[in-house]
């Protein structure tokens, strides 16, 4: 009991001694598992200091996405709702976004941060020519490209409408 006794007060002043030196490393306290025979002579339960794993450095966080002005977030407010109810080139969204009063600035940055499929705005502008109007293929053509589409995306658009 003794021997038991003076073995946790050394682990006691061992730790104690390396808090009062080392502030900043955790340490714990383990004890050797071998028991104390009575009648040893010497101690031999030795205290082991186990120092506590260094945590891991945090890693840096991602930069917060820049924000956006206000003039941006509505022009990009705008162009969105201009997609969902009519079909629009990526130049001809461009313009009617400055018509509206957007800077050229910030319509090129709403319109360049759009998901747009400027194909797909063809075949929707196409359609819609069809729709109320006739043309030969090369006049819808003619008019998607006046529009803003680029060649590729006109015929495509042209294709998709069956002409």
Partial sequence: MIRTTIAAT????????CAA???????TVTADPTPIVAGD???TQDAVLTPE??????TPAEPDAPSLTVSQEQSVRTATQYLDYSAFSH????????????TNADATFAVDSLDADWNEQAA?????YLD?????RIGLI?????EGFTREQAEYGVNSAGL
């Fill in 21 to 27: 030196s080392s502030p900043s490393p955790s340490v």
């Fill in 41 to 43: 002579p010497i101690v």
């Fill in 132 to 136: 109320y109007s006739g043309f030969s």
């Fill in 53 to 58: 794993p260094e945590p891991e450095p945090a």
């Fill in 142 to 146: 003619d008019q998607l490209e006046y």
């Fill in 124 to 128: 929707l502008a196409a359609q819609d």
């Fill in 10 to 17: 050394l682990a006691a002043l061992a730790l104690t001694s």
């Fill in 91 to 102: 130049s001809g969204l461009i313009d009617q976004l400055e018509f509206e009063g957007f």
